[in-house]
């Protein structure tokens, strides 16, 4: 607990004060910083305790500022597990920004589609989730001080902060589906066989990040809502290999756009 008190009150010594959202922008998913007023970026590198991010092409930045009225702290680059990270490093700038002040936390990721109607380039909201990572956040001694040990999981996904995404991508005439994200460890992806479970057990969309930072926001009772970019169709009968995650990437940039607006005019909304 105090690694994370410590990391705040240098955010707060910063100008940090009491943000109203927190954001966690995916893989090629940078647009959204430009739509952020009087942006102040503080470099993860520059904050006492926090993981520093491996993946080149994931920029470690926090970038605070305003849309309208409203302060934001964005996560330019999150932490996965794939990375060699422990699940509490993976969830300490959710916690963190959990200890600033956040009321809402926006999610985005980069997905694969396993339900067949959802093609490459669509933005899809997470209704639930279903963990098969093999690390839990929650793990160890709980930290009563953010939330209690057995915390209820029947609804991760804040209902008004999912309706309000949704109000937001009408307004803009963007469609936006909506189905249950697996979470795998990676960092390879998944064999058709795999593809085939996924669809079976329920999933619409399968990634490596996301499922830790909402279990850590519903152990803080932080509401929070996330939205998939669907980067590559996984039909297990018709399986196109991915050679370069640079064609994953691609396809999120190209979506990137959409999913900045809708970020935007949600937290007007808000
Ligand atoms: N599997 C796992 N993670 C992913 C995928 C996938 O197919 N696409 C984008 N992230």
Do not use: W
């Not at 926090?50 to 330019?76: C, D, R, W």
């Not at 999150?78 to 926006?106: A, C, D, N, S």
């Not at 639930?128 to 929650?138: E, K, M, R, V, Y």
């Amino acid at each position: 607990m105090n690694t994370l008190y410590e990391a705040a009150d240098f955010l707060k010594q910063k100008g940090i004060h009491e943000p109203f959202a927190g954001i966690v922008l995916g893989t090629g998913l940078h647009q959204f910083i430009h739509y952020i007023n009087n942006p102040v970026v503080i470099p993860y590198s520059d904050i006492p305790n926090f993981p520093l991010s491996t993946v080149e092409f994931h920029k470690g930045n926090l970038i605070y500022g305003n849309i309208g009225e409203k302060k934001v702290l964005a996560m330019q680059g999150r932490f996965h597990f794939y990375e060699g990270y422990t699940m509490q490093q993976v969830v300490f700038p959710i916690r963190v920004m959990k200890l600033l002040g956040i009321q809402y936390l926006l999610l985005t990721n980069a997905a694969g589609g396993i339900n067949l109607n959802f093609k490459k380039g669509d933005l899809a909201l997470i209704n639930d989730h279903i963990n098969l990572q093999t690390g839990n956040p929650l793990t160890g001694k709980n930290i009563d001080a953010l939330g209690s040990r057995f915390p209820d999981m029947s609804e991760p996904y804040n209902k008004y902060l999912c309706n309000v995404l949704q109000q937001a991508a009408d307004k803009l005439n963007v469609p936006l589906k909506e189905g249950v994200y697996a979470a795998v460890n990676g960092p390879n992806l998944e064999t058709k066989a795999e593809y085939r479970y996924l669809k079976i057990i329920g999933a619409d969309m399968v990634g490596m990040s996301t499922v830790p930072e909402v279990i850590a926001a519903n152990h803080a009772q932080l509401p929070c809502a996330a939205v998939s970019v669907i980067t590559d169709e996984c039909d297990p009968d018709n399986l196109q290999p991915i050679n370069n995650i640079a064609e994953i990437i691609e396809v999120a940039g190209k979506a990137d756009k959409q999913l900045s607006q809708i970020l935007y005019q949600t937290i007007l909304s808000l």
